[in-house]
Structure formats: C-alpha cells, structure tokens
C-alpha cells in the first residue's frame, strides 16, 4: 500500500498526555496515516521572525511523521492574514464586499506555496499519495509538478465555491483555477459547490465534463466529486453520554434547572452569521414575552483570526450586542444571553449540546459545519433536541429533517425558536432519529475512504495523454 502524505495549513500534532483529539478530521485522517503509514506536512503555527529559511522539524509517532515549518512574519502576514483570510475566505464565502486585493499579499500566497512544495518534494517516494487540505495551499499541486512530482494528488477544499459571478472578481481567479487544475482529484463538500465549479469553467469556455466526474481544463484532464465532511459520530455520542459526569457540565446542568437551554457554537467569524442570530433570539425574546425569564441562550464563541482587522471589529461589535441586549431585556435573576470567547473542549461541548433543548446554527455560509453534526450526534434518543439549521451551511444539504431557516430572515429565525422550544417529543423524535443514522453511516471514516478510493484510482500524470488528443 502506498504511503499518505497530508498537508494542510494546520496540523493537529498529539499533544503528550492529551487523550483527547483536536477533532473528526484530525481523528479521521491519523487513522488513514496510521493504516498506511506517511507524513502529516504543514504550518507550525509559529513565526520564524526575519529568519528566511525556516528548516522543517520533524516529530515521528509511530508511522506517522509530522513534518512542520514555521514561517517568517511576512509569510504569515501575507499568505495567511492577507491571501487567504482576506481574499480567498471572503470571496468564497460570498463576501467580495469584504475582499482586499494587494499583490504584495497575492504574491506571498503563491511564495509560500512554492516554499511548502521545495520542502515537500525531498520527502517524496514516487508512489505516495498526496492530499492537500483547503484554500490556504490551493498552488502547491502546481508547484510540485513544476519540479516534475507526477504523484497522484488530491485536494479537498473544506469551504464552499461560490458560482462564476462571485468567483470571477477575484483578480488572480485565473491562476487559482489553473491551480486547481493541477491535481488528480478536486472534492467539494456538496453537490452545490462542485455544480457551481463546473459551471463556472463551463461558462467561460476554460473547462469541460466529462464522464464519471472527470473534467478536462487547463490541458488537464481530473476527477471532481462532493465528498461531504463529517464527525466521529458514535465516538462524539459517547463523549456526550458520558459528559453528564463532567464538573463543567455539571455546572451548567444545575444553573439551567427550569430554564430550557439554546446553544451556539462558532469561531467569531462573519461567515457564521452572529449578530444575526442574537438579532432573531431578541425578537423571539420581545414576541413571546412569557419566555422571558425561562430560556437561557449559550453562545460559545472562540476568538478566531484576530489580526485580520474585520474579525478584530467583530468582535468588540458582538460583545457591544451581547451587553445590550442582556442590559435592556435582563432581570435581576436572568441573564438572557450567556456570552462567552473561552474555547471549550470538544467533549465538554458534547455535554452542553446534550443540556440544550435548541441547537442554532445559522451562519450566512459555510462549507460544512461540523457543529451541526455535533449537536446531533450529542442528543439523547429518549429526549432529543430540535437543531435549527441555516440552508446556506453545506450540512443543509444532508440534515433534512432540521428545522431548515434562511439566517437573513431575522423574523423566521425568531418563529423557528419557539417552534423548536414547544415541539412535541415525538416529532422530535423523529427529526432525530433521521439525521442520526445518517450521520452514523455517513461519518468522517467514510469520507476519508471515499476520497482515499477514488484518489487512488484515478489515472496519474502522464497516463492521460490520450485522452487529451
Ligand atoms: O485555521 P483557522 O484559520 O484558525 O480556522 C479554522 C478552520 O476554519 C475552516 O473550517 C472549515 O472546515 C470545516 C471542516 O471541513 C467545515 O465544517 C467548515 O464549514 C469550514 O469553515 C477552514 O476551512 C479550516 O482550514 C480552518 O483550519
Ligand atoms: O469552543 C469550541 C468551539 C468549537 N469547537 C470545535 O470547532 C469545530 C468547528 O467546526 P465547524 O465545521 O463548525 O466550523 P469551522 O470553525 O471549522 O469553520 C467543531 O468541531 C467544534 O466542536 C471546539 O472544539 N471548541
């Protein structure tokens, strides 16, 4: 069996000690390097000052090597706060409103992209398989077959593709498709994302499909799919069935007693669609007055990207709401909004799922969201909670049975709370149970086998000569 090599921006390195995994994808993709033994390539997180050269460290755990650069203050600056949290994360995410082109940025992008693929290419065996993770390395394929690297080559992008019109705004699109166009196997993580990729070629005469998801662009002929992320379903359920016993949820199982609980859990990021959310749980609060005082609504919400001057603003605009609206609705003994920036532990959160009675996840777009699945994976058969899921989050396409609520409309996000808080046990029940044998089948294991499969089978560079004529 031939060897698999990850890369991706982060790298979830097992820290001595932790029992717990950093999440789904990390346990998921592990197991996959476990099984066939390979490296794990990425960012360290760190920044190398001024020092130009950043040399790759190793740490070896068994048959799996993580391989980690740090990266100097420009790179960071450039390729991770400017090209791909400031354009590529916007842009694909619906938001050219929000997108800020600067060639110094774009240019850093595709630098650390070669810099990644020079310290890559060394640790190659001809036959290893390489899958590169999201929007960050988008370049690396090229680069690599640049130095004439004709390994097979996947690359998974985890956030949505927005269609042509969106896509096409930005400056260097054309080089981010050729980029693209360099890998074996391209996956989406719905059927919308990749609708909207081909469609996008097709428009402007750049691409053409094929059978069997293959697609001919760029002189290239390679596989595309939607290849739906998800969790550790049973395992996740576990950790929720055992958090009852946890100090933390204990905690806040005895500061809820009468209260029905609300939760929502997201990075501070404008994709998620959280002023929106506090927005619609006030107007439930004003338009079902006999709530006020028993509902508690928990919002979880880790600082993410700090550096980047819009989430920086966010987050002092959402502690701002968050203070209001707990100023002008609070009592002497209810806090409407519990508010809180701390991240919590994935098998804490699976207890806080199981507390709350309503799971609001509502961003604007997204391309999976995991917690969605979570939430689910997290309730207790006998007395299920009501998930209320935004359609423009990829896990709409699979979680039918949620409440399904368009996040612009503040009104029917509010109806859609009181709607969840007094639905009756058994069409909960039934909503539930649903989503959850689909989750159990269709969990992160498969994702990571479905890509695996088809990754190994497509034809390798130079094998598509044929076809091409
Ligand atoms: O690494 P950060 O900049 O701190 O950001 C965290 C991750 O955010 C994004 O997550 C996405 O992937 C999820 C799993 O496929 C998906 O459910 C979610 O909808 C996406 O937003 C990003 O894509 C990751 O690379 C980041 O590490
Ligand atoms: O305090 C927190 C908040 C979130 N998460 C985890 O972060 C992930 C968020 O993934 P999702 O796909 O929902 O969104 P992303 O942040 O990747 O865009 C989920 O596994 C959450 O359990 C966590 O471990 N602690």
Redesign the pocket.
């Known amino acids: 069996m031939s060897r698999l090599i990850v890369v991706s921006n982060r790298v979830p390195v097992p820290e001595k000690g932790k029992a717990a995994p ?3 994808l990390a346990v998921a993709l592990q197991a996959a390097l476990k099984e066939r033994g390979g490296i794990w390539m990425g960012w360290s997180g760190k920044s190398s000052g001024e020092e130009e050269t950043p040399q790759i460290k190793t740490i070896i755990d068994g048959k799996i090597t993580y391989a980690l650069t740090d990266l100097t203050d420009r790179d960071v600056e450039e390729y991770y706060h400017g090209f791909a949290n400031r354009v590529l994360w916007p842009t694909f995410h619906y938001r050219i409103d929000l997108a800020e082109y600067g060639r110094k940025e774009m240019s850093g992008y595709f630098r650390v992209n070669r810099f990644f693929a020079q310290r890559l290419a060394p640790l190659l065996k001809p036959d290893d398989v390489i899958w590169v993770q999201d929007y960050h390395l988008i370049p690396l394929a090229s680069e690599l077959r640049k130095m004439g690297i004709k390994n097979r080559i996947g690359f998974f992008l ?1 956030i949505p593709l927005p269609p042509a019109d969106v896509l096409l705004a930005m400056p260097v699109y054309d080089q981010i498709i050729e980029g693209l166009a360099q890998y074996d196997l391209v996956g989406f993580q719905t059927d919308y994302d990749l609708a909207n990729f081909v469609g996008a070629l097709v428009r402007e005469g750049i691409g053409e499909t094929l059978e069997d998801g293959y697609f001919k662009s760029h002189n290239r002929i390679f596989k595309t799919g939607a290849y739906p992320i998800s ?1 550790e379903t049973a395992a996740f359920a576990a950790y929720a069935k055992r958090a009852v016993n946890n100090a933390m949820v204990k905690k806040a199982a005895s500061s809820i007693i009468g209260h029905d609980l609300v939760i929502g ?3 501070l ?1 404008y ?2 669609g959280i002023p929106q959310r506090l927005d619609a749980y006030e107007r439930f609060i004003l338009a079902n007055p006999a709530y006020q005082g028993n509902v508690s609504y928990l919002q ?3 600082k ?1 990207r700090s550096e980047v001057p819009e989430y920086e603003a966010m987050q002092r605009q959402l502690a701002e709401q968050a203070g209001r609206v707990n100023g002008e609705l609070g009592t002497v003994d209810w806090v409407p909004i519990r508010y809180m920036t ?5 098998p804490i ?1 699976a207890g806080l799922y199981r507390l709350a009675k309503v799971g609001l ?1 509502t961003p604007m777009r ?7 699945k ?1 939430y689910i994976a997290a309730q207790d058969p006998d007395d299920p909670g009501v998930l209320i899921l935004s359609r423009f989050a990829g896990a709409a396409r699979e979680l039918k049975s949620a409440l399904l609520v368009n996040p612009y409309d503040t009104e029917g996000v509010a109806n859609a709370i009181a709607r969840a808080l007094s639905m009756p046990l058994e069409e909960r029940k039934e909503r539930w149970q649903k989503m959850m044998d689909h989750l159990l089948v269709h969990d992160v294991t498969e994702w990571c086998n479905n890509f695996m499969d088809d990754l190994t089978h497509v034809p390798q560079e130079g094998d598509h000569a044929a076809l091409l004529t």
Not at 342 to 346: K, L, N, Q
């Open positions: 950093a999440g789904g985890h969790i859990v997201d990075r990021d994709s998620k979880v919400t880790p993410s701390r991240s919590v532990a994935r959160l996840v997204d391309g999976m969201n995991l917690v969605a979570e």
